[in-house]
Nanobody, 125 residues
Framework: QERLVESGGGSAQSGGSLRLSCEAS????????MGWFRQAPGKRRESVVR?????????EGSLKDRFTISQSRGNSRNTIYLQMNNLKPEDTGMYYC?????????????????WGQGTLVNVSS
Protein backbone atom coordinates (compact mmCIF):
# COMPACT_ATOMS: atom_id res chain seq x y z
CA GLN A 1 0.00 0.00 0.00
CA GLU A 2 1.40 3.36 -1.02
CA ARG A 3 1.83 5.82 1.77
CA LEU A 4 3.55 9.04 2.71
CA VAL A 5 4.62 9.66 6.27
CA GLU A 6 5.87 13.04 7.38
CA SER A 7 7.88 14.02 10.41
CA GLY A 8 9.50 17.16 11.73
CA GLY A 9 7.96 20.57 11.97
CA GLY A 10 7.09 22.31 15.20
CA SER A 11 7.78 25.77 16.53
CA ALA A 12 10.70 28.06 15.91
CA GLN A 13 11.56 31.67 16.40
CA SER A 14 12.18 34.03 13.54
CA GLY A 15 15.63 33.30 12.13
CA GLY A 16 15.58 29.74 13.37
CA SER A 17 15.63 26.44 11.50
CA LEU A 18 13.46 23.37 11.15
CA ARG A 19 13.76 20.19 9.13
CA LEU A 20 10.92 18.21 7.63
CA SER A 21 11.12 14.71 6.27
CA CYS A 22 8.73 12.57 4.30
CA GLU A 23 9.03 8.91 3.48
CA ALA A 24 7.17 7.32 0.58
CA SER A 25 6.86 3.57 0.79
CA UNK A 26 4.89 0.59 -0.38
CA UNK A 27 4.79 1.55 -4.04
CA UNK A 28 5.54 -0.63 -7.05
CA UNK A 29 5.03 1.86 -9.88
CA UNK A 30 7.37 4.64 -10.87
CA UNK A 31 7.61 7.56 -8.48
CA UNK A 32 8.29 10.50 -10.79
CA UNK A 33 8.52 13.30 -8.30
CA MET A 34 7.85 14.38 -4.77
CA GLY A 35 7.41 17.79 -3.33
CA TRP A 36 6.42 20.04 -0.49
CA PHE A 37 3.39 22.28 -0.38
CA ARG A 38 2.30 24.62 2.36
CA GLN A 39 -0.93 26.21 3.40
CA ALA A 40 -1.09 29.29 5.57
CA PRO A 41 -4.23 29.93 7.64
CA GLY A 42 -7.02 31.13 5.38
CA LYS A 43 -5.01 30.70 2.21
CA ARG A 44 -4.85 28.10 -0.51
CA ARG A 45 -2.26 25.35 -0.64
CA GLU A 46 0.79 26.34 -2.66
CA SER A 47 3.90 24.63 -3.91
CA VAL A 48 7.19 25.14 -2.11
CA VAL A 49 9.48 22.84 -4.10
CA ARG A 50 9.44 19.64 -6.07
CA UNK A 51 12.23 17.18 -6.85
CA UNK A 52 12.13 14.45 -9.46
CA UNK A 53 13.91 11.13 -9.86
CA UNK A 54 16.78 12.90 -11.64
CA UNK A 55 17.17 15.25 -8.65
CA UNK A 56 15.91 18.19 -10.69
CA UNK A 57 14.36 20.84 -8.46
CA UNK A 58 11.66 23.39 -9.15
CA UNK A 59 11.21 26.07 -6.50
CA GLU A 60 8.47 28.54 -5.82
CA GLY A 61 9.69 32.12 -5.80
CA SER A 62 12.75 32.91 -3.69
CA LEU A 63 12.35 30.17 -1.09
CA LYS A 64 15.45 28.51 -2.45
CA ASP A 65 17.44 31.29 -0.79
CA ARG A 66 16.51 29.90 2.63
CA PHE A 67 15.33 26.33 2.10
CA THR A 68 17.01 23.26 0.67
CA ILE A 69 15.60 19.94 -0.46
CA SER A 70 17.31 16.58 -0.68
CA GLN A 71 16.22 13.02 -1.22
CA SER A 72 17.31 9.50 -0.52
CA ARG A 73 16.01 6.83 -2.90
CA GLY A 74 15.83 3.12 -2.27
CA ASN A 75 13.90 0.13 -3.47
CA SER A 76 10.21 1.15 -3.35
CA ARG A 77 11.12 3.72 -0.74
CA ASN A 78 12.03 7.36 -1.06
CA THR A 79 12.59 10.01 1.56
CA ILE A 80 12.73 13.73 0.94
CA TYR A 81 13.94 16.35 3.36
CA LEU A 82 13.20 20.04 3.56
CA GLN A 83 15.74 22.04 5.50
CA MET A 84 14.29 25.44 6.37
CA ASN A 85 16.68 28.12 7.57
CA ASN A 86 16.23 31.76 8.51
CA LEU A 87 12.55 31.12 9.13
CA LYS A 88 10.11 34.00 9.03
CA PRO A 89 6.63 34.35 10.55
CA GLU A 90 5.15 34.20 7.04
CA ASP A 91 6.49 30.64 6.76
CA THR A 92 3.90 29.58 9.32
CA GLY A 93 1.40 27.01 8.09
CA MET A 94 0.72 23.37 7.42
CA TYR A 95 3.36 21.70 5.29
CA TYR A 96 2.30 18.78 3.13
CA CYS A 97 4.42 16.20 1.41
CA UNK A 98 3.21 15.17 -2.04
CA UNK A 99 3.98 12.47 -4.60
CA UNK A 100 3.13 11.92 -8.25
CA UNK A 101 3.11 8.48 -9.83
CA UNK A 102 1.74 9.69 -13.15
CA UNK A 103 4.28 12.22 -14.37
CA UNK A 104 6.87 14.83 -13.59
CA UNK A 105 4.47 17.55 -12.48
CA UNK A 106 4.45 18.09 -8.73
CA UNK A 107 3.84 21.82 -8.47
CA UNK A 108 0.07 21.96 -8.68
CA UNK A 109 -2.38 20.33 -6.30
CA UNK A 110 -4.07 18.72 -9.30
CA UNK A 111 -0.85 16.86 -10.18
CA UNK A 112 -0.66 14.98 -6.92
CA UNK A 113 -1.37 11.28 -6.50
CA UNK A 114 -0.84 11.11 -2.75
CA TRP A 115 -0.57 13.57 0.10
CA GLY A 116 1.11 13.27 3.46
CA GLN A 117 -0.87 13.98 6.58
CA GLY A 118 0.64 17.43 7.00
CA THR A 119 2.84 18.86 9.69
CA LEU A 120 2.51 22.22 11.37
CA VAL A 121 5.27 24.82 11.24
CA ASN A 122 4.81 27.79 13.54
CA VAL A 123 7.30 30.64 13.41
CA SER A 124 7.07 33.37 15.99
CA SER A 125 8.60 36.80 15.72
Amino acid sequence: QERLVESGGGSAQSGGSLRLSCEASGYTRRLYCMGWFRQAPGKRRESVVRIDDDDEEIWEGSLKDRFTISQSRGNSRNTIYLQMNNLKPEDTGMYYCAANFKGYYCTSTTDISYWGQGTLVNVSS
